[in-house]
Structures are given as structure tokens and as C-alpha cells.
């Protein structure tokens, strides 16, 4: 069974241009989430997605950041305008239904310059 | 203030060696989950701990939740190089979902 798929892998921008992350979940899981881990740290929660509808966004830096599941299946997390300090790994995971164990992705490691 | 400290930060040691790993916390959990996380990869769940003093064991692994089911142990018997990379513990947060909050970690090294 193919996992969570993410791209790209690496990312470097300079601060203030705009950045784009894409994830596609494990097949036929409604749940999907996005976590930012920054160097040094564990993951931390920036949304959660249930279908196309948002669960949970109270994580998310919304004067900056943006993400959406427009399908029920893939999504994209967005960046615009980037910081220095969101330099960090954007981890995409999807469980099967809300209250499931989360699979998670590769990661995108994005270096804001 | 972190929900969940882990300790210790860093850790190396040799091949064949024993090592113990912490997650403590003052709140009380349901459970407890423990991570590994290897360098480029996301984290793969290890384990789950549900009940005070619970003790599972995953091959080389022993993993204990405390009897308050405030704090938790990861203990590796004769480590090996493929046993390196980020130990996360975690709780499940969300109220009625699978949102995860994780420790910061202990980065093991095995030196073959």
C-alpha cells in the first residue's frame, strides 16, 4: 500500500516570496493533517482537515498561512509572504477516519533564506 | 511550558549498550504513544501505552507507562546502528480526534 505522498522534498526561498506544499493522503483516509517540526522540536499541529471540511486550524498562522483540500484528497499547504523562522519540516499525516492512527509523510524541509 | 519533557536531549552511545529514554509530564494521559522518527522520514508509531504501569515490549524495546499515567520509559537493550534517529513520545489532544501533541524528543546515536 503506497503511504503519504508529499513534494517537494526540499524547498529554499528567500524571506517574503511564497512557497506551496503538496500532500497526497494514504488512499481512501477522510483525515488528513498538517504539522510544522522545526528543528530541535517535535511536530506541532497546524491543521486538520476532515473530507474537504477544516476540523481544526487554531494552530495556523492565518496572516500568512493558507491550506486547503478542495477534493476530499489532496491538499496544499501555503506560505505567503515566508519568515526566517518558518524554516522547518511541513509534515503531512492521514488516518482513515478522525479518531485513527495517523500515517505520516516524507516531509517537505523548507529553508527560508 | 511543554506538556510533555523528554529527557535526555541528545544520546550516544556504543553498539551493545543499554540506554533508558523519559517522557515526563505533571497532566494525567488515557495514553501515551512513542515515535521513531529517522533522519528525511516522518515518524512511525512504536507503541501505545493505555494502562497505569503497562509494560509492552517490541523486540529490543521495552516500553513502560507509569502508574499515575503521567510519565513514560523507553528502554533499548543492546542498541544497535539501525536503532538511531528521534524518539518522540506524544499524546492524542484533540478532543474526540487523532490530533497529536509530541515531546521534543531524544536524538539517539549508535556508533557501530
Known amino acids: 500500500e503506497a503511504g503519504v505522498a508529499q513534494s517537494p522534498r526540499y524547498k529554499i526561498i528567500e524571506k517574503r516570496q511564497s512557497v506551496a506544499f503538496w500532500c497526497n493522503p494514504i488512499?481512501?483516509?477522510?483525515?488528513l493533517y498538517w504539522y510544522q517540526q522545526i528543528l530541535g522540536q517535535g511536530p506541532k499541529l497546524l491543521i486538520q482537515?476532515?473530507?474537504?471540511?477544516?476540523?481544526?486550524d487554531s494552530q495556523l498562522p492565518k496572516d500568512r498561512f493558507s491550506a486547503e483540500r478542495l477534493k476530499g484528497v489532496d491538499s496544499t499547504l501555503k506560505i505567503q509572504p515566508a519568515k526566517l523562522e518558518d524554516s522547518a519540516v511541513y509534515l503531512c499525516?492521514?488516518?482513515?477516519?478522525?479518531?485513527?492512527?495517523?500515517?505520516f509523510g516524507q516531509g517537505t524541509r523548507l529553508t527560508v533564506v | 511550558t511543554q506538556l510533555l519533557e523528554q529527557s535526555p536531549q541528545f544520546l550516544s552511545i556504543q553498539e551493545g549498550e543499554n540506554l533508558t529514554v523519559y517522557c515526563n509530564s505533571s497532566?494525567?494521559?488515557?495514553?501515551l504513544q512513542w515515535y521513531r522518527q529517522e533522519p528525511g522520514e516522518g515518524p512511525v508509531l512504536l507503541v501505545t501505552?493505555?494502562?497505569?504501569?503497562e509494560v509492552k515490549k517490541l523486540k529490543r524495546l521495552t516500553f513502560q507507562f507509569g502508574d499515575a499515567r503521567k510519565d513514560s520509559s523507553l528502554h533499548i537493550t543492546a542498541a544497535q546502528p539501525g536503532d538511531t534517529g528521534l524518539y518522540l513520545c506524544?499524546?492524542?489532544?484533540?478532543?474526540?480526534?487523532?490530533?497529536?501533541?509530541f515531546g521534543k524528543g531524544t536524538k539517539l546515536s549508535v556508533i557501530p
Open positions: 499525516a492521514s488516518s482513515f477516519d478522525w479518531n485513527t492512527e495517523a500515517f
Open positions: 488512499s481512501g483516509h477522510a483525515t
Open positions: 482537515f476532515q473530507n474537504n471540511g477544516v476540523v481544526d
Open positions: 497532566s494525567v494521559f488515557s495514553s
Open positions: 501505552v493505555v494502562t497505569g504501569g
Open positions: 506524544a499524546v492524542v489532544s484533540g478532543a474526540g480526534s487523532y490530533q497529536l501533541t
